[in-house]
């Protein structure tokens, strides 16, 4: 598997931006930069503003339009992924939240059920990655 | 100007995203490999993000409204319940899987990968598919 060294300031800085523009859209518009749950107001057109939302996928989009992706390792197969999408846009659904609305706004609020959300999908993602590595013999 | 706000955390975000390496599934799946070469990048991430985050939060939880004066939604943060670790176990599983988590699964559609596109399409798939188990919102 190939696996990048990340220094850690870069990926400090990386959180303290992604951190900064959560803290934006809840200081200025009090929004949730949860991203699943964005996606999903936007898929099922919920009631309310919808503009501020498309507006915060354009950001989210732009700067890897300019600079580029960058390495991508792919982890699974095209029947995996497929199966691996569902469950993430369902289970985020199901769980009111992903890694940005659970992981960094709610446990930014102090919410004890977004944390319970967070250890949850940390722990059983770590398993499956586990399980994964134990079936595939490496 | 809700739009313009929005505009600009979003970049934040993408950068943010970006240079942590984030996007990059094979990263992702280093910090969840603890049986394996564990990397902390994904924490490192993470509590930046929460560190400089949790005073923004903080106030506007105690102010009940926006700066600009917007009333905030009520947001339960106590209620423990099988929706929540259900629907986190599977979106656990999904992310194992393929090191993906909704943001990134944005920003890579933007590689052209066919499978950035089959990813996406099971995501939507998902969210689209009726809740039985799930709060009406």
């Known amino acids: ?138 | 100007m809700t739009a313009v706000v929005a505009l600009i955390a979003g970049l934040l975000f993408g950068i943010g995203l970006l240079l942590s390496g984030m996007t990059n599934p094979a990263n992702v799946v280093a910090f969840l490999d603890v049986t394996g070469v564990w990397r902390p990048s994904l924490a490192y991430t993470m509590a930046g993000a929460v560190v400089v985050a949790l005073p923004a939060f903080t106030l506007i939880r105690r102010r009940g409204r926006s700066l600009r004066g917007r009333p905030i939604r009520p947001i339960d943060r106590t209620r423990m319940d099988s929706p929540l670790l259900l629907g986190s176990a599977m979106f656990g599983i999904g992310w194992g899987l393929s090191g993906i988590c909704p943001g990134p699964a944005l920003i890579l559609l933007t590689t052209g990968d066919p499978r950035a596109w089959v990813f996406f399409a099971g995501l939507v798939l998902g969210m689209l598919l009726p809740r039985r188990l799930a709060p009406t919102r």
């Open chain 1, 1 to 138: 598997m190939t696996v990048e060294t990340i220094p850690a300031w870069q990926s400090l800085v990386g959180g303290a931006l992604i951190g900064t523009g959560a803290a934006a859209l809840r200081l200025f518009n009090g929004e949730i930069a949860g991203i699943s749950g964005i996606v999903d107001s936007i898929l099922h057109r919920t009631a309310g503003d919808q503009a501020w939302r498309v507006a915060f996928v354009a950001g989210l989009l732009l700067p890897v339009a300019v600079l580029g992706s960058g390495p991508v390792n792919w982890q699974a197969r095209p029947a995996a992924l497929a199966v691996a999408g569902i469950l993430v846009g369902y289970g985020t659904r199901l769980g009111s939240g992903c890694t940005s609305g659970h992981g960094v706004c709610g446990i930014a609020n102090l919410s004890l059920r977004s944390l319970t959300a967070t250890v949850t999908f940390v722990g059983v993602a770590a398993i499956t990655v586990a399980v994964c590595r134990w079936l595939g013999g490496q």
